[in-house]
């Protein structure tokens, strides 16, 4: 099941089908909206929280949501946008919960396949220094990167997800990727330090 | 703050929320304003390069997690789990469902109106017509004396 970008009404009556025929107990029907959901809905989750068994059980807990709310269901949003909506507010408050538990960020480690070490330092130094920002952003500015990045989400989709205006979704966006910048520009600063012997003295 | 100043503050707000590929900026004429300033402005254009890689690098994460969700077959376990729990609820949600109780309700109604309708064209009250015992029952329990049928 896909959003229809020229007619979100028409997508929002075809869900609206399959959310009386959920609403009667129609298993089949719900297999649909896994089967169109599911992975997407697993990737944005994982996105926010960076651990995959939470994101599992995030994804989960939404559907369940969809299948209890089916008998009463209003033909607002797409069953999609509606999922989108749970599984992004139950991935912040995953984070808040984390946050006073543990008080720090955790992410899965993710390997790149059939490299050794040495090539994976080097190809994905980037994608290692970003991801683990990642997970030192707060928890809405980690959300809107995942919505717009991961997601590919219009402002004006991902600041109805997160319940705010455009124009603060946009200042959201741009803090988060402004820190993640930074820490590119330092890291850079860093290995400028390194190259010279004095100031690796300095430095560490 | 000059307006030179004020501009460039603009490009980097732009650049920061919507990214480093200036196609996508929804205000093509800042967006023009950026590739001049990317060619003019040495500071934007560091910006702008520490902004692309953080993009590629963003890409790479979601590679990265797709990757892992193919290999983890997280996708099969949450089906699994879903439908495990969902089967045994659809049961009783089929019971239950509208369509049965209306459907229900609507027989009740025209069980209701028969009954009325039979009691209209039938002069006895229900308990001492025999024909009508005949009609439901299929025989006639007749009284044994006259005191007992009441």
């Known amino acids: 099941m896909s959003d229809s970008p020229s007619?979100?009404?028409?997508?929002?009556?075809?869900?609206?089908?399959?959310m009386s025929r959920i609403g009667a107990g129609d298993v089949a029907a719900f297999q649909e909206v896994m089967a169109g959901n599911g992975r997407?809905?697993?990737r944005l989750a994982y996105g926010i929280v960076g651990r995959l068994d939470e994101a599992e059980d995030?994804?989960?807990e939404a559907m369940l949501g969809l299948w209890q709310a089916a008998p009463e269901w209003q033909a607002r949003a797409t069953a999609a946008a509606y999922l989108r909506t749970l599984v992004t507010r139950k991935a912040i408050d995953v984070l808040r919960r984390r946050k006073k538990q543990a008080g720090e960020a955790v992410w899965d480690t993710l390997r790149d396949p059939g490299k050794s070490p040495e090539e994976q330092l080097a190809a994905s130094q980037d994608r290692d220094l970003v991801q683990y920002h990642l997970g030192l952003l707060p928890e809405r500015q980690r959300a809107a990167l995942a919505l717009s990045h991961f997601e590919q989400l219009s402002h004006q989709e991902a600041a109805e997800v997160l319940d705010m205006k455009v124009e603060a979704f946009a200042s959201l966006l741009a803090r988060a990727r402004r820190s993640l910048?930074?820490?590119?520009e330092q890291a850079d600063t860093h290995k400028?330090?390194?190259?010279?012997?004095?100031?690796i003295e300095g430095y560490e | 703050m000059n307006d030179s100043s004020g501009a460039t503050d603009r490009l980097d707000h732009m650049l920061d929320s919507h990214?480093?590929?200036f196609s996508r900026w929804p205000d093509q004429t800042a967006a023009a304003a950026a590739r001049r300033a990317a060619l003019s402005d040495h500071g934007f254009r560091q910006k702008l390069n520490q902004a692309r890689r953080v993009d590629a690098a963003l890409d790479g994460v979601a590679?990265?997690?797709?990757?892992?969700?193919?290999?983890?077959?997280?996708e099969m376990r949450l089906r699994d789990r879903l439908l495990a729990q969902v089967t045994a609820q659809s049961e009783e949600r089929r019971f239950f469902s509208p369509?049965?109780?209306s459907r229900f309700a609507a027989a009740m109604l025209v069980a209701c109106g028969l009954g009325v309708a039979a009691s209209r064209i039938s002069p006895l009250p229900a308990s001492l017509d025999p024909q009508r015992d005949e009609l439901a029952l299929g025989f006639v329990d007749l009284p044994l004396d006259e005191n007992s049928a009441i």
């Open chain 1, 7 to 18: 007619d979100p009404s028409a997508s929002v009556r075809r869900d609206s089908a399959l």
């Open chain 1, 40 to 42: 997407r809905l697993l």
């Open chain 1, 58 to 60: 995030i994804v989960q």
């Open chain 1, 181 to 184: 910048r930074h820490s590119v």
């Open chain 1, 192 to 199: 400028e330090f390194r190259k010279t012997g004095k100031e």
């Open chain 2, 19 to 21: 990214g480093s590929d």
């Open chain 2, 63 to 74: 590679q990265r997690l797709d990757l892992r969700l193919a290999e983890s077959g997280a």
């Open chain 2, 99 to 101: 369509v049965l109780l």
